[in-house]
């Protein structure tokens, strides 16, 4: 089944403990990217990679690090997470980003930082 | 992008059509509107899209009128599992690697 598979789907964690929230998909899509959701806010993007290797900040990259060394996978990294980075967060893969995409979503990590 | 403009929220009887309308007045000549929904909570999941001519598929009817500046989505018969948030977007296809900007969409709430 084609998908986009998060882990964990819950997390909560302290004030500066490092921690990754892993994103891989089965579709050989080229384009992946993590985003943000806030009530009242939307979808903010934080990174997206057009392809292995090739990554670029999105509308709120700060306190965030990603790193695409295999096209499958496209972790988010957060070196020493603070409470502002409580959110919910989805990541997304396409097979390009040139043309009239789907964009598919993963289910999505709750996370909590106290 | 051009911006979006959605009204909060809508009902629908379960059963009946669903008319969700969306105003891109901003709207470029290349740009596509696209239309996604959002479960309570879960990943935000692709409906259909556009660019100047009615579209139509599996789940969905997409209307954009002559002048492009609005559009409608149409859920032909609603269920309650359609219950969720409807995000109208417009994009340039090509070119633009930041892909899509979600607004606040349309709370759709299907009463039985």
């Known amino acids: 089944e084609a998908q986009v598979t998060q882990n964990p789907r819950y997390l909560i964690t302290v004030t500066g403990k490092k921690l990754t929230v892993t994103c891989s998909q089965n579709m050989n899509h080229e384009y992946m990217s993590w985003y943000r959701q806030d009530p009242g806010l939307g979808l903010r993007q934080i990174y997206y990679s057009m392809n292995v290797e090739v990554t670029d900040k999105g509308d709120v990259p700060e306190g965030y690090k990603v790193s695409r060394k295999e096209k499958r996978n496209f972790p988010l990294i957060l070196e020493s997470p603070s409470p502002n980075q409580t959110s919910l967060y989805f990541c997304?893969?396409?097979?390009?980003?040139?043309?009239?995409?789907?964009?598919?979503f993963g289910s999505g990590t709750q996370l909590s930082v106290l | 992008d051009a911006k979006t403009t959605q009204p909060p929220s809508m009902d629908c009887a379960e059963g009946r059509a669903a008319n969700l309308p969306c105003n891109h007045s901003t709207i470029s000549g290349n740009e596509y509107v696209y239309w996604y929904r959002q479960i309570h909570s879960q990943g935000p999941q692709y409906i259909i899209h556009g660019l100047k001519n009615n579209e139509t598929n599996e789940m969905a009817s997409l209307i954009i009128t002559e002048d492009r500046k609005s559009s409608t989505l149409i859920l032909p018969h609603a269920t309650l599992r359609d219950t969720a948030v409807y995000y109208c977007i417009v994009r340039v296809a090509a070119g633009s690697a930041r892909q899509l900007t979600f607004g606040s969409g349309t709370q759709l709430t299907v009463l039985p």
């Open positions: 997304a893969s396409s097979l390009s980003f040139g043309w009239y995409e789907k964009l598919f």
